[in-house]
């Protein structure tokens, strides 16, 4: 199994970025999808995590109506919109799944993506 996300980069606040998520190895569409993100000297936090078939999805307080997650299955796929960033939006972000979990605890999830950075500047 091979997550492979991209998308991070430097962004002024007020900005938008795209992560992209592209799965492999798993049928993709018996999967939840989480993004989680990790600031420098801190944890592991849950962003948002959607359904297998997209029916449903959760968002982290600090993220709600700034940030979207979206599920392509036929292109094995998952997203996550973000607007409207902070500084305090910086972090590596994380893309995971697991075919039972549709929650906030990172060790629950059983396959891991690389992480790609976010970073925004005031």
């Known amino acids: 199994v091979q997550l492979q996300a991209s998308g991070g980069g430097s962004v002024q606040a007020g900005g938008s970025l795209r992560l992209s998520c592209v799965a492999s190895?798993?049928?993709?569409?018996?999967?939840?999808m989480a993004w989680f993100r990790q600031a420098p000297g801190k944890e592991r936090d849950f962003v948002a995590v959607?359904?297998?078939?997209?029916?449903?999805?959760y968002y982290a307080d600090s993220v709600k109506g700034r940030f979207t997650i979206s599920k392509d299955n036929a292109k094995n796929t998952v997203y996550l919109q973000m607007n409207s960033l902070k500084p305090e939006d910086t972090a590596v972000y994380y893309c995971?799944?697991?075919?039972?979990?549709?929650?906030?605890?990172?060790?629950?999830?059983?396959?891991w993506g690389q992480g790609t950075l976010v970073t925004v500047s005031s």
């Open positions: 959607i359904h297998q078939r997209g029916w449903r999805s």
């Open positions: 995971a799944a697991d075919q039972d979990v549709v929650g906030r605890v990172w060790s629950a999830y059983d396959y």
């Open positions: 190895g798993l049928s993709f569409s018996s999967y939840n």
